[in-house]
C-alpha cells in the first residue's frame, strides 16, 4: 500500500548497482571501500520511483570543525548521467570509519556541519 493504494509494480534497475535506501549508511559504505567511484540507486519516498546516482572520491583534506583542523576525505555524490547537471552536493566523511562531517549541497548553497568532534 502507498498512499492508501495497493502497489503492483516493477522497477528496470541495473542489478549491479547496490540499493541505498538509507543514503547516510550507503556513503558510508562507500567511503571505508577502495572503490573510486561507485553508481547505485535509491527509491524516492514521496512516489517509489528510482533515482540513479553516482559517488566518486575526490580528495582528502584537512577541514575545520569548531577551531579543530580535522582531515576528511572529500566525495562527490549526484545524480547519474545528464541529470548531474541539475543536482550534487560534496560530502565530507572521516577516512578511517566513514563517520560523516559536513554535507554541502551545491544547488542551495546550504553547508550542514553533522558531526562535531571535541
Not at 495497493?6 to 522497477?11: F, N
Request: one cysteine or more; hydrophobic letters at 35%.
Amino acid at each position: 500500500m502507498f498512499k492508501g493504494k495497493p502497489i503492483d509494480k516493477k522497477l528496470n534497475i541495473n542489478q549491479n548497482d547496490p540499493w541505498y535506501q538509507v543514503l547516510w549508511l550507503g556513503i558510508e559504505e562507500f567511503s571505508k571501500s577502495n572503490k573510486q567511484s561507485q553508481n547505485f540507486w535509491v527509491i524516492k519516498y514521496d512516489n517509489l520511483e528510482p533515482i540513479f546516482m553516482t559517488i566518486s572520491r575526490e580528495n582528502n583534506e584537512f577541514i575545520e570543525i569548531n577551531g579543530n583542523s580535522i582531515h576528511s576525505t572529500r566525495l562527490h555524490l549526484s545524480l547519474e548521467g545528464l541529470m548531474a547537471m541539475f543536482w550534487s552536493c560534496k560530502v565530507w566523511v572521516r577516512p578511517d570509519d566513514g563517520q560523516m562531517l559536513v554535507f554541502k549541497d551545491e544547488g542551495k548553497q546550504r553547508l550542514v556541519t553533522l558531526y562535531n568532534e571535541e
